[in-house]
């Protein structure tokens, strides 16, 4: 999603829309925000989902701008389809209505752009791509054993405890290690991680529904809310979740 060029970084932004002039200004903002930040940005335009996803150097993009309504497919559909292929790279949806504004949830969206899209919305769009890449960079140490592991902390989806161990479960697999739970809570550094239970650390991320008294997450398991301080631990995760969302 980003790679080395001659000795710096470069990031890949995807744009679809079956409109030009949307299009267009799209690639405008990216190059402007590209040299008021002397950030290296390269873009790939397509004009429908079906041009994106038969793209393989799509796939390496940083952030996906998709329009919501294109002609013969919504960019909801095709963002099914790319996170069920493994892109895990940031989506905006670009859109005359907020009508399928729910459906972002489901495809973890890091931002709706309202269109006409303005330069003060585009770049609150590009802060938030930037804090999600930060984390699937951000790493952290663990003690494995006898070895000191790094682990990418935006692949850990929640950490229990049950027995005498703390148990990672990562998109990788599980993984035992010999910190406490309040250790590891420290080391993550809060959001997107929420000690939601006295043993267990959740990625909000990896979320698919919050219950009365449980989080549903993505890969079935139901992972309990505290009694003390529910309503916090709820308006806690609600204010993540629309923070994605939302200006």
């Not at 980003?2 to 079956?18: H, N």
């Not at 013969?72 to 996170?83: H, K, P, Q, W, Y």
């Not at 790493?139 to 990418?152: F, L, M, P, Q, Y």
């Amino acid at each position: 999603m980003i790679f080395s060029v001659e000795g710096g970084m470069e990031m890949l932004a995807v744009i679809c829309d079956d409109l030009a002039p949307d299009r267009e200004i799209l690639l405008g903002y990216c190059a402007r925000y590209a040299k008021e930040n002397r950030l290296p940005i390269a873009t790939l335009a397509y004009e429908n989902a079906g041009e994106l996803l038969q793209s393989q150097e799509a796939r390496a993009a940083a952030v996906m701008f998709l329009d919501i309504y294109m002609d013969g497919a919504l960019g909801v559909d095709a963002a099914r389809i790319l996170r069920g292929k493994g892109y895990l790279g940031a989506l905006v949806f670009t859109t005359t209505s907020q009508e399928h504004y729910a459906d972002g949830f489901d495809v973890e969206a890091a931002h709706y752009l309202l269109k006409p899209v303005s330069w003060d919305a585009f770049c609150e769009a590009m802060r938030r791509v930037h804090a999600r890449i930060n984390l699937s960079m951000r790493r952290v140490r663990v003690n494995a054993g006898r070895d000191e592991v790094d682990i990418d902390a935006s692949g850990i989806k929640y950490i229990e405890v049950y027995g005498h161990k703390t148990v990672l479960h990562t998109v990788r697999g599980e993984m035992a290690v010999s910190q406490s739970l309040t250790a590891l809570e420290e080391r993550l550094g809060g959001n997107p991680f929420l000690r939601c239970y006295r043993y267990f650390i959740v990625n909000m991320d990896f979320v698919k529904r919050m219950n009365k008294d449980s989080f549903l997450m993505k890969d079935g398991r139901e992972i309990p809310l505290a009694r003390d301080g529910r309503a916090a631990l709820k308006s806690r995760y609600m204010a993540y979740v629309f923070g994605r969302m939302e200006g």
